[in-house]
């Protein structure tokens, strides 16, 4: 086949001078293309929703590579804001102008569509492998005992995870069967409350420490140190005191209790030094250890 056969099989790429509010592309075309902004603008609107505008072209930009060159469908329609002048690139107008590259450079568009659709699939795809966890730990860095919106949450949520929607209603549904959280209509309104993040914090420490295959301290405490830790939640309003002077007031309150049980007890963390010899209760390690004892049904997930 001689230079000029090979010419004229070339086809060359439509050019086309539209109208304000003419529709350049529609999505349920069949055909794939590349649309080029000459000059003028475009823009690229849902198909369910023709006056909600995705973003606006400007003369320069393009859009289709990927409907094209990886056979996936553009979903947006394409309409003319005013005069504008377009390029469409067509199928049969680029596999005759590909037919003209040289193999190796044919190969690394090719090598580098694959690698751009990979790249894309990937980022799509979540990495999150308990659903339950992630939501929990996202929701406890929201405040606790406020109705919050549930339509924001599940966006937020939405965007962070990339989970499929079906998944993430799951999960809510999960952390509130646990009673993690409320959900509850107000004002025709779905809204979200989480009565103590706390209770959150436990759940995703609950789940680290399973995952490391090690010992979670409140589920190790014997009943008397569990009795211990009600006494405390009960009294947390106490003041500093010495060790001695600590031990004297659980044996006072629980016959049974030692020495052995409130160092176990400092060692998990409900107590902190003072740094004078005295030891205060830490309110939000007591109150993360009782909630876990209270909770540990639903926290274990046996329900």
């Not at 090598?111 to 751009?116: I, K, V």
């Not at 966006?155 to 939405?158: A, D, G, N, V």
């Not at 014997?222 to 009795?227: E, L, P």
């Given at each position: 086949m001689?230079?000029?056969?090979?010419?004229?099989?070339?086809?060359?790429?439509?050019?086309?001078?539209?109208?304000?509010?003419?529709?350049?592309?529609?999505?349920?075309?069949?055909e794939?293309?590349?649309?080029?902004?000459?000059?003028?603008?475009?823009?690229?609107?849902?198909?369910?929703?023709?006056?909600?505008?995705?973003?606006?072209?400007?003369?320069?930009?393009?859009?289709?590579?990927?409907?094209?060159l990886?056979?996936?469908?553009?979903?947006y329609?394409?309409?003319?804001?005013?005069?504008?002048?377009?390029?469409?690139?067509?199928?049969?107008?680029m596999?005759?102008?590909?037919?003209?590259?040289?193999l190796?450079?044919?190969?690394?568009i090719?090598?580098?569509?694959?690698?751009?659709?990979d790249?894309?699939?990937?980022s799509?795809?979540?990495?999150?492998?308990n659903?339950?966890l992630?939501?929990?730990?996202?929701?406890?860095?929201?405040?606790?005992?406020?109705?919050?919106?549930?339509?924001?949450?599940l966006?937020?949520?939405?965007f962070?995870?990339r989970?499929?929607?079906?998944e993430i209603i799951?999960?809510?549904?999960?952390?509130?069967?646990?009673?993690f959280?409320?959900?509850?209509?107000?004002?025709?309104?779905?809204?979200?409350?989480i009565?103590?993040t706390?209770l959150?914090?436990?759940?995703?420490?609950?789940?680290?420490a399973?995952?490391?295959?090690?010992?979670?301290?409140?589920?190790t405490?014997?009943?008397?140190?569990?009795?211990l830790?009600?006494?405390?939640?009960?009294k947390?309003?106490?003041?500093?005191r010495?060790?001695a002077?600590?031990?004297?007031?659980?044996?006072?309150?629980?016959?049974?209790?030692?020495?052995?049980?409130?160092?176990?007890?400092?060692?998990?963390?409900?107590?902190?030094?003072c740094?004078?010899?005295?030891?205060?209760?830490?309110?939000?390690?007591?109150?993360?250890?009782?909630?876990?004892?209270?909770?540990?049904?639903?926290?274990?997930?046996?329900?």
């Open positions: 001689n230079m000029a056969d090979s010419r004229q099989q070339l086809v060359p790429p439509t050019q086309m001078r539209v109208k304000a509010g003419f529709v350049v592309y529609a999505p349920d075309s069949e794939r293309c590349i649309v080029i902004l000459n000059d003028g603008e475009l823009e690229a609107r849902e198909k369910d929703s023709p006056h909600k505008i995705v973003f606006t072209m400007h003369p320069g930009d393009l859009v289709g590579v990927a409907s094209l990886e056979r996936e469908r553009f979903k329609q394409l309409v003319a804001s005013r005069d504008s002048d377009v390029t469409i690139i067509n199928e049969e107008c596999e005759s102008e590909l037919k003209r590259l040289p190796w450079l044919l190969a690394t090719r090598s580098f569509g694959s690698r751009t659709r790249l894309k699939l990937a799509q795809k979540s990495n999150i492998e659903e339950l992630s939501l929990a730990e996202f929701l406890s860095h929201k405040p606790s005992k406020e109705y919050l919106p549930l339509q924001d949450l966006l937020e949520y939405t962070l995870s989970l499929r929607a079906v799951q999960a809510f549904k999960g952390l509130a069967r646990r009673h959280i409320e959900i509850k209509s107000i004002d025709n309104k779905e809204c979200c409350k009565p103590d706390r959150l914090e436990t759940y995703v420490d609950y789940q680290a399973r995952s490391k295959e090690i010992p979670f301290p409140p589920y405490l014997s009943k008397i140190q569990r009795k830790i009600e006494l405390l939640a009960r947390s309003g106490s003041g500093p010495e060790g002077s600590w031990v004297k007031f659980l044996s006072e309150n629980v016959p049974e209790a030692t020495l052995s049980d409130w160092l176990i007890l400092k060692n998990i963390g409900c107590f902190s030094d740094g004078d010899g005295n030891f205060a209760i830490h309110i939000n390690s007591l109150a993360k250890t009782y909630l876990a004892l209270l909770f540990e049904t639903n926290i274990k997930g046996v329900l």
